[in-house]
């Protein structure tokens, strides 16, 4: 099996990508909701319809798919005008998933704007619009990233369990794979981390108060209502729709 | 006094701050030193002359100059040729500095991109040039944004000690200055609250291993070699040029 594919290589990832996610979401919750931010109607004009975080998205997509961003197997762009890289220094490294064209990024912003965002956040608006924005960017790109490497995840259990994922495959049992792809045991292994991560980044280190950037079961609660069920849908798509050539 | 200019306050933003640069140096110490990304050789057709970070960096600003970040007082851009912003969502809060042209990204740049990010990284070449050159921008607009809070520190210092610090302006008495706006006390205090903070963001929680993400030490001592002093150096270059208007 190629080594991007061993679990204990996945985990590493996925645990480093844990932190980036954590600490992007302490950084949004320092500021209020700003609601204002996910409306299209506040700066349409300028932007051609895009709220000012789909305008920071998009115009970040534009830049980052110039040096290759998405040309990566773990990378999805939310938006699919974007232009061809011009980034010469290739560092080939081999592509372990099938081809596939599976990106949930609709579903991760909309939960991200819609239910992610109000439940970390104050609510309020404290007019810290940009930086709102720069940091909504970080988030939605670190999270889909780390939903979207559930390509990864499917395509380990696949081969480790050939046999079985194909007989549900064929069969086109997604209750069946969902259920085979679900470690429940994992699962609240990776929400106790993230509990205690949130807790142990968003102290007050040296200060003269105790109080938290961020409430630590928030975090987690993200994780377990919207990171968690996402990844796993993708996985699920993935298996659906891999192609059987072996 | 304008609160923003409260010790207290200030202290507030930069001890908040020190936690996103923190943050954002462990990010570039998951990558090599990966030199190439600097070099403006590499990609200099595709981008008219510019390192791979300098292109981002560029194209990162340009975007975010059009959102109003460089509209705020406590913002200077590493690029000059930006456009003007667009974005109607103004929230006014009032400037409570003097009018000023001081910008030291140049220096800025020269040594993180030099001293720093050899210092922080594991040398040698990961090919993770993307990824690397998206941390490195995060950390420079970060840094930047720190060391050009020196101007609310020194204005903060000139209101509370007048007579003092305009005797020492009308003297052209920068070596005076920088002695008077130095506190060792306090940053004996700064080291040593980033040390932990870097020994508690880095560790590996919830992990197999102990080991550290990033050294403690070589955090503080990014603060004490570069981040200080130049933060000292745009509070001198502030009082000098500072309009004795009052």
Same sequence: chains 1, 2.
Wanted: proline share 5%; glycine share 6%; aromatic share 8%.
């Amino acid at each position: 099996m190629n080594e991007q594919l061993l679990l204990g290589n996945i985990r590493g990832v996925l645990i480093r990508l844990e932190e980036t996610i954590i600490f992007n979401l302490i950084e949004r919750a320092q500021f209020q909701h700003n609601a204002k931010v996910y409306d299209p109607a506040e700066v349409a004009e300028a932007t051609g319809g895009e709220s000012l975080v789909g305008y920071l998205l998009h115009e970040t997509e534009r830049i980052h798919s110039r040096i290759r961003r998405y040309t990566s197997p773990d990378e999805e762009p939310y938006f699919t005008d974007l232009r061809a890289p011009f980034l010469p220094l290739l560092s080939f490294v081999e592509n372990p998933i099938k081809p596939n064209d599976i990106n949930i990024n609709p579903d991760i912003r909309k939960v991200y704007e819609g239910e992610i965002v109000p439940y970390i956040c104050r609510p309020g608006d404290d007019g810290q619009y940009g930086s709102s924005a720069v940091s909504d960017t970080s988030c939605l790109q670190a999270i889909s990233k780390r939903i979207h490497y559930g390509k990864f995840v499917a395509e380990s259990k696949y081969l480790t369990h050939q046999d079985e994922f194909q007989a549900m495959i064929d069969a086109r049992d997604a209750d069946g794979l969902l259920e085979a792809i679900t470690d429940r045991a994992v699962e609240k292994t990776v929400l106790e981390r993230v509990r205690l991560k949130a807790q142990t980044y968003g102290q007050d280190i040296g200060g003269d108060t105790t109080q938290l950037k961020i409430e630590p079961k928030r975090v987690a609660d993200v994780y377990a209502r919207w990171i968690i069920p996402l990844t796993k849908k993708v996985e699920v798509q993935y298996l659906l729709r891999r192609p059987d050539d072996e």
